[in-house]
C-alpha cells in the first residue's frame, strides 16, 4: 500500500475543506473497498480523510421520509426496525450483499460508491479504461461472463456490484450531499452515471462532496417485496443478475410496481417501462413476464454474457412471483 | 530483461545442470542489484517531483492510539497504513488471527472489535482508537477453553486449521446476533469464512450445539 496521510476531522466542514482543496485526498468510512483496492495500487491517495467522527450514523423519520446517514453500518441498517417496517426490500438487498464481518464494517454511503469488480479494472497489468483512460477495455473482447447487457459503452462493459443500490433504485432515494458550494439534494437515478466516454467518472459527486444521508420516500411497498440475487455460489458471491420487485397490490390485481436490477449496467437499472406496465393488470405470470419481456427490450450481450438475455427476464419474472406470493 | 544477458553468470544457461544452485545465486543476486539499479534513479526524479522531502515527514508521521486488546490497555504509535491485523501479527506477536487472503475475501482474519465480528485485514489500525479488540487468544477463560473453541474440537470442525480462528470468533458473533436457528441460517451467516479443506458440516454442528447447550458465549 502506498504512503499517506492520515487525517480524522471532527466536523463536515474541515472533511469536505481538505478532500476539496487536495487533489490527492479522499474520504475512508468503513474502508472495505477504498483499502482492497489501496492494497492493489488501483487508488493511491495520499491523504486519508477518516470520516467516521462526524455525527452521520443515525436512522430516522424526517418529513415522511426514513432518513439513513451516510455512516449506518450496512448490518446495523438492514436489521433497524424503522427500515424493516417502512422499507423492508433495502433490509433483504443488504442482506443479500457481502458477508456479516463486511456488513459490520460497510456505512450506506460507501457502499454506493464501491468500484465494479470486473476483473480487467482490478488486474493493474491489464488494460481499463475506468482505471487508466484511454487504455482501452480488456472486457469488451475479453472474457466478459460477469458484465452488462445495459447501458454499456465501447469504453467499459462494467456493472455496477452493490445490491443495496439496486433497492435503492427502485424506492426512489435521494442523497444529501454536502460540498464546497454548499448543500445539495441529488435523486438516486442521477447519482451514478452511465460510462459513456468517460467511465472512470462513476457518480454525478463533484470533488469534496461527501454524502450526507439517503432520504426514502414513505410508499405503500411494505409487504408484497422480493430481492432476487442470481450468483456463482449460494451466498457470499457478487451478483451475476439481481432483481429487486416491489408491489402495491389490491386483492390479486397490481396497483403499482416498482422494478430494478443489479449486474446488468454501469448504474442500478431501473425498469420503468415494466412498472408502468404493471400497473393496473393482473398479478398472474403471464403478466410478469410480458412486463419481463419489455424491461429486457434493447438488452446487448457479448461473447460469453448471453444467457443474461434469458436469465434476466426469468429472474424478473421469479422476483415478481416471490413478492406478489403467486406460486 | 535484455540486460540480464550480458552479466558474467559462473555457467551459462546453455552450461544446464552443471553448476545450477550458484546460476541460480548469481541470478538472484545480478537482478536484485539490477532491479535496485532500474528504481533508483526513477524514484530520485519522483521524489523531486512530488516534493517528497517534505512529504516524507507527514507520510512517516505515526498515529498514537490506545486500543483494548483481549482486556489489556495498550498505547501504541502506528504507521497509517498499518492494518488491524498486521498490528496484531507482526507488532503484537499476537498471530492467532490468520492471514488467508488479505483482501476481505477469506474471513481468516475475522476478529471482535466493540462486539462486532470484522476482517482485521480491511480495517487500519489507525482507525480503531478507543476501541476494544477480541482476538482469537482473548476468547478463553485462562485455561478453560471458550464453549465454541471446545465444540469446534468435539465435533472437528477443521482440518488444516488455517481458517479455524476465524471461523471461531465468527461462530461466537453468529450465535451473539441471533442468527443461528437453523442449519441454513447459520451456514448463510457464516459464508463470510472460506474453508478450503471443507470442514463446513461440522463447523454447523459446533454451533448448534452451542446454540443448544445454552453456554453464555
Known amino acids: 500500500m502506498n504512503q499517506f496521510q492520515y487525517v480524522q476531522p471532527a466536523k463536515s466542514k474541515a472533511a469536505i475543506d481538505t478532500v476539496t482543496k487536495d487533489q490527492t485526498a479522499m474520504f475512508i468510512a468503513g474502508g472495505t473497498n477504498l483499502l482492497d483496492l489501496m492494497k492493489r495500487g488501483i487508488v493511491t491517495p495520499e491523504k486519508l480523510v477518516d470520516i467516521n467522527k462526524l455525527p452521520l450514523k443515525k436512522i430516522q423519520k424526517e418529513n415522511g421520509a426514513v432518513r439513513i446517514g451516510a455512516l449506518a453500518l450496512n448490518g446495523e441498517t438492514a436489521e433497524d426496525k424503522l427500515v424493516l417496517e417502512k422499507h423492508p426490500l433495502l433490509s433483504q438487498a ?66 455496477h456490484p452493490s445490491d443495496m443500490s439496486v433497492a435503492l433504485a427502485a424506492l ?21 452515471r452511465l460510462p459513456g466516454d468517460t467511465p472512470h467518472i462513476e457518480t454525478n459527486l463533484q470533488k469534496g462532496e461527501l454524502i450526507l444521508a439517503v432520504d426514502l420516500p414513505e410508499n405503500p411497498y411494505t409487504k408484497n417485496i422480493h430481492y432476487l440475487k442470481i450468483r456463482d455460489r449460494a451466498s457470499y458471491a457478487f451478483a451475476l443478475i439481481s432483481v429487486a420487485a416491489a408491489l402495491d397490490l389490491d386483492g390479486s390485481n397490481i396497483r403499482s410496481a416498482r422494478l430494478a436490477m443489479g449486474g446488468v449496467a454501469h448504474k442500478p437499472w431501473r425498469l420503468t417501462e415494466a412498472e408502468n406496465f404493471l400497473a393496473g393488470k393482473p398479478a398472474t405470470e403471464t403478466t410478469f413476464r410480458q412486463a419481463a419481456d419489455l424491461a429486457m427490450r434493447g438488452a446487448k450481450a457479448f461473447e460469453h454474457n448471453k444467457f443474461k438475455l434469458k436469465l434476466g427476464p426469468n429472474a424478473i419474472v421469479q422476483a415478481l412471483k416471490n413478492a406478489a406470493g403467486v406460486a | 530483461m535484455a540486460v540480464e544477458k550480458d552479466l558474467p553468470h559462473t555457467c551459462s544457461q546453455g552450461e544446464k545442470g552443471q553448476c545450477p544452485n550458484e546460476a541460480r545465486r548469481d541470478f538472484l543476486k545480478y537482478s536484485s542489484i539490477l532491479t535496485a539499479f532500474a528504481f533508483m534513479p526513477n524514484m530520485a526524479v519522483k521524489a523531486a517531483d512530488l516534493k517528497l522531502e517534505e512529504k516524507l515527514v507527514s507520510a512517516f508521521e505515526k498515529v498514537n492510539v490506545t486500543l483494548n486488546i483481549n482486556g489489556k490497555k495498550r498505547k501504541l504509535s502506528i504507521e497509517p497504513r498499518t492494518t488491524l491485523l498486521d498490528l496484531l501479527r507482526e507488532q503484537l506477536n499476537l498471530t492467532g488471527t490468520k492471514k488467508g487472503c488479505d483482501y476481505g475475501q477469506c474471513g481468516a482474519c475475522t476478529v471482535h472489535v466493540d462486539g462486532q465480528r470484522v476482517l482485521s485485514c480491511l480495517s487500519l489500525a489507525a482507525m480503531q482508537d478507543g476501541k476494544k479488540i477480541t482476538t482469537i487468544e482473548g476468547l478463553a477463560d485462562g485455561h478453560e477453553l471458550h464453549p465454541m473453541q471446545a465444540a469446534f474440537i468435539k465435533h472437528d470442525g477443521f482440518q488444516c486449521g488455517y481458517c479455524t480462528p476465524g471461523q471461531i470468533m465468527s461462530a461466537v458473533a453468529c450465535i451473539r446476533e441471533g442468527h443461528a436457528d437453523s442449519d441454513d441460517e447459520i451456514r448463510e451467516y457464516m ?23 445454552g453456554q453464555k458465549v
Open chain 1, 94 to 159: 443488504l442482506n443479500a450483499g457481502a458477508s456479516a464481518q463486511l456488513r459490520n464494517m460497510a456505512t450506506v454511503g460507501g457502499n454506493m460508491l464501491q468500484r465494479t469488480r470486473c476483473p480487467y479494472f482490478y488486474d493493474t497489468a491489464l488494460p481499463c479504461n475506468k482505471r487508466e483512460p484511454g487504455t482501452g477495455c480488456g472486457a469488451l473482447e475479453g472474457y466478459n461472463r460477469m458484465h452488462a447487457i445495459f447501458g454499456h459503452s465501447e469504453k467499459c462493459i462494467a456493472v
Open chain 1, 172 to 192: 426512489d432515494a435521494t442523497v444529501l450531499v454536502s460540498g464546497p458550494k454548499g448543500d445539495r439534494k441529488i435523486p438516486f437515478a442521477d447519482f451514478h
Open chain 2, 191 to 213: 459464508s463470510g469464512n472460506i474453508c478450503r479443506c471443507g470442514a463446513y458440516p461440522n463447523i454447523v454442528n459446533a454451533i448448534k450445539e452451542v446454540k443448544n447447550g
